[in-house]
């Protein structure tokens, strides 16, 4: 028997202005988003904007329905957007933004639910190219990763149906 350690990298940004140009701006984004939200269940708005590789962002919000599972996440609300009107359109990011109705900022990191990563994976493996995830970190901080696969070690993958 070995061990198999798996290990995921974060980069934390203090504030805003510490992150890097693009990814402030596709944040701005994910938080016009989540003001967006359909949230009436949960009171938890949730934003997410998609940015494409020929510069278009697709913003979407968590919409929320009264037999609760039929909602769906902002994270895929947008993914799935960007996947419908923009095909064959890589994405190249996607910023991630949260706040409780009636307060404007979280004090712990919104990050993306599993059933949203296992969907951000497929889109990496569709367009054989790494997504980049900004998400808050909680008090005005900042979080990214350069992938998916930080978020989903030892995802299942598609290429796998095709093996067996
Ligand atoms: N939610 C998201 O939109 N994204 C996530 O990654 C986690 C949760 C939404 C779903 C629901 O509308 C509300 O937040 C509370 O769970």
Redo the contacts with the bound molecule.
């Keep these: 028997m070995k061990k198999i350690v798996l290990q995921s990298h974060f980069d934390h940004f203090e504030n805003l202005a510490e992150l890097p140009t693009a990814d402030q701006l596709l944040m701005v984004e994910a938080q016009k988003a989540a003001d967006d939200a359909y ?1 009436p269940y ?1 009171k ?1 708005h ?1 934003g997410a904007a998609v940015m494409l590789e020929n510069g278009v962002v697709v913003r979407g919000s ?1 919409q ?1 329905n009264a037999a609760y599972p039929s ?1 769906l ?3 895929r609300v947008a993914l799935f957007a960007a996947g419908a009107q923009h095909p064959g359109i890589k994405i190249i990011a996607i910023a ?1 933004s ?1 706040y409780p109705e009636g307060k404007k900022q979280l004090s712990v990191p ?4 599993g059933n ?1 990563r296992q969907v951000m994976s497929e889109y990496e493996l569709r367009y054989d190219h790494k997504i980049r995830v900004i998400m808050e970190g909680g008090n005005g901080t900042f979080i990214a990763s350069e992938n998916v696969v930080q978020f989903l070690p030892y995802v299942f993958s598609g290429s796998v149906l095709k093996k067996n």
């Design positions: 949230a949960s938890f949730v968590n929320e909602g996440c902002a994270e991630i949260a919104i990050s993306p639910c949203c």
